[in-house]
DNA sequence: AATAAATTTCATTTATTTTTGAAAGTTTAA
DNA sequence: TTAAACTTTCAAAAATAAATGAAATTTATT
């Protein structure tokens, strides 16, 4: 395999990853563009790169940059902006997880709250109904802390963990 | 709040969540659907509470059940099949993680693999491709393996993993 | 302050995903 | 062996999500 096949390949699959976890496919197949690149990005090169048009390159940028996993870059005597992805997988990858935590889990947990703290009649309907939301509210409040713990250890977290767990 | 309020709210809250991690929303509401009911429930009240038709709720099931966290139960004396979900949620969450890294992080680990062993020539552009994908590749390893053995705990492993950074 | 270069916005179009529903298939029991 | 009860399948329709592109806006230069 060649380098630009190897590339495009790599681009592909980083795209198809993302659908399969809710993430738009241009999005990801921008930040695996800009992870891949040895040097900053212009959105003229990445809307040639993979075919896209201004404004969506211009859209899924700035998504990148809201997530924090993207960065603007100048160039002196040039107008127009370069972009770069972090590189450094630890933090991109804690800085997924603070995003979606913040985004996605928080308000899944205020609901479950909410639901959980009906006043349930007797029925074992409700009673089962009570029951389980507070099991799941316990839960997935506790997979939120333990990946906030997992994500504050700063360097090289993954590979301590996995260590952890080995022994 | 009343129980067919919280219940319904929980239900759209499970699939609006199951949407933003890749999962389609009716296969969310189904699951939600179940873990909370007391008892087995058979395809029509589901497509009656839902307001789906048969075809999306036979689909959505198969899919559940493809996916290991619901099961058909047969009542004896009736014809038709009854379903129910996997209630323990350590048990759930184990599912779920081993198919996801059975059927997305395996597939993308081998073309991680391919691509980063192309022969690169001398370029930098080339250089840091391969560096690139290669640290991608043993961060995904790593974080699949750490996944694989966090679950592998049997029991409350959550709960354990998270004394285990507190202290 | 006028022009030029680049970026953003958003109504409209296009593509993708999901859902429907009716026909085909399966199972059970008379 | 057939017919009723129930489930699955899948082509077509509907709904949803994403992409386009031109106008509006912003930013830099003469």
Redesign the pocket.
């Known amino acids: 395999m060649k380098f630009r096949e190897a590339k495009n390949k790599f681009v592909q699959t980083w795209g198809a990853l993302g659908?399969q976890w809710g993430i738009?496919?241009?999005?990801a197949q921008i930040h695996a563009l800009l992870m891949v690149s040895h040097e900053p990005v212009?959105?003229?090169d990445i809307m040639e790169e993979l075919?896209?048009?201004?404004?969506?390159?211009?859209?899924?940028?700035?998504a990148l940059m809201d997530w924090g996993i993207v960065y603007k870059e100048y160039k002196t005597?040039?107008?127009?902006?370069y972009f770069t992805a972090e590189k450094d997988l630890d933090e991109l990858a804690v800085k997924i997880s603070k995003e979606r935590s913040k985004r996605e889990i928080k308000p899944a947990l205020k609901v479950l709250k909410e639901v959980s703290s009906i006043e349930a009649d007797g029925t074992e309907e409700e009673r089962h109904f009570v029951e389980q939301t507070s099991k799941l509210y316990d839960f997935v409040l506790k997979a939120d802390n333990v990946l906030d713990k997992m994500t504050e250890h700063k360097d090289n977290w993954l590979a301590q963990i996995l260590i952890k767990f080995m022994k």
Do not use: H, Y
């Open positions: 659908s738009n496919k241009t999005m212009s959105m003229e075919q896209i048009s201004r404004g969506n390159a211009s859209m899924n940028l700035r005597g040039e107008r127009r902006e």
